[in-house]
Structures are given as structure tokens and as C-alpha cells.
């Protein structure tokens, strides 16, 4: 059974730092992992999806790199600032790819200004 | 476009009550998804439409129905309410299943 990991669960950094958050599954048989990013109360929105031939995936100040034989992913935050304030989530997608995604739990990140 | 919406955005029940979750997209996508997110235990998919007039169980259908009335709208059913379905529930869609999934701003439900 496929399990997604992040640690950690919680993130507090000063802004302008560059950090990384990290995802790891048990299964390395993916189709695509996607990193979302959820606001308090909102609704989740997408930030990069690597599809399972890829390494990396960039969008601005992220960019989110894919180690399927290990089974890591890790988001990459460059200067960070308090907008990025938010929980992120990783989830992956099934070999078959029906779509159905299976998340972790997320790291809430706090940037302090 | 408005993307996903949900209605209501939020509700109250009584333990036994029946009520109906509704999701739309704008956004003329194929595949519809109902999640359900709970402290502690993550995002869990409860059902999906791969397409119209197809509906498929994910990983926590017990007590849930869905329907795909047509390609914009997945509705969520609760038949009988229960206090272990208090949760937020989020609708999301996609053009096409290797693609990026896009989420409603969810359901508040709180089942007394």
C-alpha cells in the first residue's frame, strides 16, 4: 500500500530563507507526484507536477525535484517570504493513473517577517 | 471562469440526517474527484468520475454515493449521516487524469 510522508509537520523560518521541504513514498511505482499549497480554510492549489520520467519541475521561486528509485521529492523555496506562508501538501498518483492521488500529510510553513 | 464550486460551504446535521453535496466546473473537464481532509489523517479520495456516466469507489466510500449528473456537476450524497463523516469535503476536476487537479473551496460539515 502506497504511503506519502512529509516531515516535518511543522516549519517556522525568517523570511528571505531558502528552504526545502521534503516528501517520501514507499512505493516507487508513480505516474506523477504534485506539490499543492493550502491556505487556511481554502481550497488546495496546485504549485508543480513531475510526471515519473521527470527530475525536476521549476515555477518562479519553487522548484520541486523527483527521485523516484529512492522515493523522494523534495520542494525547493528560494528567499522565502511571508505570503509563502501556507501548508503544502505532495501527493502522488497510482501507476495506472486513474488520478486518484494519495496525499501526506503536509508541512505547515510559517515565515516570520 | 469560476473553476470549482461547492455548495453549501457550510452545514450542520443531525446523526441520521440526509443531505446532498454539490460540485460544478466550468472548466469543460473530464474527471471529477470527492476528497475528504480530517486532522491527522490527510486527503482521502471517496469517490470519482473518470467521465460522464462513470463513477468509480476510492478509498473510503462506506456511506457516501455519488452521482455525475452531467460533465460540469458530481454530486456527493450522505444518506444517513453520521458523526465520523464530520470533515472538510473537497470536489476537485481535471481535463485528463495525468494532468493537474483543480479543488473547490470545500464543504464545512459538522454531524451532531
Known amino acids: 500500500k502506497q504511503e506519502v510522508t512529509q516531515i516535518p509537520a511543522a516549519l517556522s523560518v525568517p523570511e528571505g530563507e531558502n528552504l526545502v521541504l521534503n516528501c517520501s513514498f514507499t512505493d516507487s511505482a508513480i505516474y506523477n507526484l504534485q506539490w499543492f499549497r493550502q491556505d487556511p480554510g481554502k481550497g488546495l492549489t496546485s504549485l508543480l507536477l513531475?510526471?515519473?520520467?521527470?527530475r525536476e519541475q521549476t515555477s518562479g521561486r519553487l522548484n520541486a525535484s523527483l527521485d523516484k528509485s529512492s522515493g523522494r521529492s523534495t520542494l525547493y523555496i528560494a528567499a522565502s517570504q511571508p505570503g509563502d506562508s501556507a501548508t503544502y501538501l505532495c501527493?502522488?498518483?497510482?501507476?495506472?493513473?486513474?488520478?486518484?492521488?494519495?496525499f501526506g500529510q503536509g508541512t505547515t510553513l510559517q515565515v516570520k517577517p | 471562469n469560476a473553476g470549482v464550486t461547492q455548495t453549501p460551504k457550510f452545514q450542520v446535521l443531525k446523526t441520521g440526517q440526509s443531505m446532498t453535496l454539490q460540485c460544478a466546473q466550468d472548466?469543460?473537464?473530464?474527471?471529477m474527484y470527492w476528497y475528504r481532509q480530517d486532522p491527522g489523517m490527510g486527503l482521502r479520495l471517496i469517490y470519482y468520475s473518470a467521465s460522464e456516466g462513470t463513477t468509480d469507489k476510492g478509498e473510503v466510500p462506506n456511506g457516501y454515493n455519488v452521482s455525475r449528473l452531467n460533465k460540469r456537476e458530481f454530486s456527493l450524497r450522505l444518506e444517513s449521516a453520521a458523526p465520523s463523516q464530520t470533515s472538510v469535503y473537497f470536489c476537485?476536476?481535471?481535463?485528463?487524469?495525468?494532468?493537474?487537479?483543480?479543488f473547490g473551496p470545500g464543504t464545512r460539515l459538522t454531524v451532531l
Open positions: 476537485a476536476s481535471t481535463l485528463q487524469e495525468t494532468d493537474t487537479q483543480y
Open positions: 513531475i510526471q515519473s520520467s521527470q
Open positions: 501527493a502522488v498518483s497510482r501507476t495506472s493513473n486513474t488520478g486518484k492521488l494519495i
Open positions: 472548466m469543460n473537464h473530464n474527471s
